[in-house]
Structures are given as structure tokens and as C-alpha cells.
């Protein structure tokens, strides 16, 4: 377990659960799915001391539930999200957790991108001046963000920077919502990355279906990466529901009496729909992506179809202009005593110019009808 206390531009790391909130600032307390299981007890009891409210069991399940989607959740006393994250290195990563119904996830092969796309809940509870959050084992997210903040504690305001911001923005979270809201995008900013390895992938496979020098073979792979393509959409749009029922309950809250309390909401509301417009543009691109690929492997067969009707037109063009040539051969081949030419000198040298003067004359017809004329 760690616990963070957030005070204006200052954070600090505590040894365990703090003897009470403070009157400014908040509480931030991060554990692993194991420990939250294992102290479920102390964990409620601390939560009834300091916020005067425990988790309700369907709750507790839903953190501890390792196949539960992306939801949002809403009692009087606290909100809760459940965020799937993508799953860091394949090594780091405990075996794949059983799905629903008891069915163990099949282990994805191809490109080792596909590899990376699994996912773990993350949880994250808000109380008004408390964020718990819920962890996997070895979470990237906790560490990263954990170390951000205590990089940024006592940095001025107009020093600190949020990675891939140019401008510069409020160092500190000012509450659990916002600090939650920057958890979840950072678990978005992931997706963005994993859809840039996926595009440079189907990129290059959609290079070799579309020429026609090359076999391709990587069909399996390919398989994989539109089936990944759809698990990722499925991820996002879940996401994308749960963001907005955040939304729209952040819009039912009580309407803040001080021009200070108005700004942080906006801020909320802002923050609220930059992770929403990152979501959808996952959405969009995954979905693009999708049709590039389908796109592509139609466009192939297409190619492939138009390649073997111009064998076949050669083949049978070819067929045609050895077809007379076998029916003078077979005349002069039949076993009759008298056949014109038979016994002249010249026969053989007649016979063969004829048909020489007919091959050429198909293949001049076939020719000028274009029924020879090279596919491109």
C-alpha cells in the first residue's frame, strides 16, 4: 500500500493510512488487488473512520473482479470507476486471469504488438477529499504517476509541465476527481501508442497484399490483428460509456457557491471531456484501421481474381490459335489414300505456311480485340 498526502504544490508519502483527512488537500491510497483482498477489513474500517462511509459489497466484488469491464458506479457518499488499463510487458505480467464462465483467454501469437493487447481493471473510488484506487500486481500506472508527483512536489506553478504538454498547466491534482481524471488519461495516452504500432503493422502488411510480385502468407497474423482490432474497440467504446456516466453525474452535482469552487468544476468538466475526446479518437482510429485492413485484404483477392481471369483469357486466346492448327493436322493425319497435297513435294512446306498465315491471322484479330493485351 502507499498513501500520498496532496497539499497545494506539495505531496508527500505517508507510512499508511493517515489518523485524519486533511482540511486542505486530500488523501490518495493506492493498493494491489492482493492486499485490497487481504485487508478488506482494515481497508472498510479506515474508510468508515476517515470518510464516515464504507464500499458496499457489490462494490468490493467489482474491484476485486478481474473480468469486469470498463463502468462507472455512484453512491451518495462516492463515485466509482473501473478503467481497463493495457497490461505492461508480457513477462511482467501474471498469467492471463480466467474469463467469465470459466474460460482461460487464449494466448495471442503474430506480431508481439498483439501481445500487449490485454488488459487489467484498474479501480479507482473518489470520496470528497479521499482517492482509493485498486492496483494489478506491478502496476505501471501506480509507480509512473507516483513518481511524477513526488518529481513535481514544491516545483512552482508556472515551472511544471505535464508531459506532451507544450503549456504550461497546474502541477498538482486539487482533488480526488482530478487526480483521477489524470490516472484514467494517462491509461488512455497508452491506447494512443498501441494504435501507432498497429498502424505501422497493417501498413506494412497492406503493402505486401497489394503487390502483386510478393505471396503473401501471413494470413494467421493478420487474423489476429483484426480480432485484436475488434477487442480494442469493444475496450474503448466500454470506456467510452463509463466516461460519460462520469460526465453526466459530475453535471448533477450541487452547484458550487464560490467563484474558486466554480473554477475547479470547470476544470473537472474540461479535464472530463479531453480524456472523452482521447477515448474517441481511439475509437475512431481503431475503427479506421479496421476497414483499412478488410479493405485491403478485398482488394487483394480482387487483385488476385483479376490476375487469374487474365491467365485464363490467355490461356484460352492461345487455345483458340492452336485450335485450327490441330484441325489441319488431324485432316492430313487421317488414313484416307487420296488427300490433296498428300503426294506433292511441296505438300508439307504448303501445309505448314497455311498454317503458319492462319495462327498469325488469329493471333492479329486476337490482338487488335485486345484479348491479348497485357493486364495491368
Known sequence: MRTFLLQGPQVRELPGWPEALPADGFVWVALEQAEFEAR?????????????????DL????????????TFDSTERYDLLVFRRLAQAAAAE??????AGGA????????????RIDTRPVGLVRFDRLLLTVHPTA????????????????????????????????????????????????????YLELRRELTRQLDHWQAELLNPRTRFSNWSSLLDARLAL????????????????????????????????????????????????????????????????????????????HRTNDIMRTLTVLTAIFLPLNLIAGIFGMNFEFIPLLHVRAGFWLALVGMGVTAAGLSVYFWRKRYLERGR
Open 59 to 70: 462494490h468490493v466484488s467489482d474491484l476485486l473482479n478481474p473480468a469486469l469491464p470498463s
Open 230 to 305: 475488434h477487442q480494442l474497440d469493444e475496450i474503448s467504446e466500454d470506456q467510452r460509456v463509463a466516461l460519460l456516466d462520469w460526465t453526466a453525474a459530475l453535471a448533477d452535482w450541487p452547484a458550487p457557491d464560490t467563484p474558486a469552487a466554480r473554477r475547479e468544476r470547470e476544470l473537472l468538466q474540461v479535464r472530463s471531456r479531453d480524456v472523452l475526446e482521447h477515448i474517441e479518437r481511439v475509437v475512431h482510429h481503431v475503427r479506421r484501421l479496421e476497414q483499412s485492413a478488410e479493405t485491403a485484404v478485398q482488394i487483394h483477392f480482387s487483385a488476385q481474381s
Open 104 to 115: 482461460r483467454k487464449r494466448q495471442r501469437g503474430g506480431m508481439p504488438v498483439l501481445r
Open 40 to 56: 478488506q477489513g482494515d481497508v472498510q474500517a479506515a474508510l468508515q473512520r476517515l470518510c464516515g462511509a464504507a464500499l458496499v
Open 94 to 99: 501474471p498469467p492471463s486471469e480466467p474469463q
Open 139 to 190: 502496476c505501471g500506472i501506480l509507480d509512473a504517476y507516483a513518481a511524477r508527483l513526488l518529481g513535481l512536489s514544491g516545483l512552482p506553478q508556472h515551472e511544471a509541465r505535464e508531459p506532451g504538454r507544450s503549456a504550461p498547466v497546474r502541477a498538482m491534482p486539487s482533488s480526488p476527481a482530478d487526480l483521477m481524471l489524470r490516472l484514467v488519461g494517462q491509461m488512455v495516452d497508452a
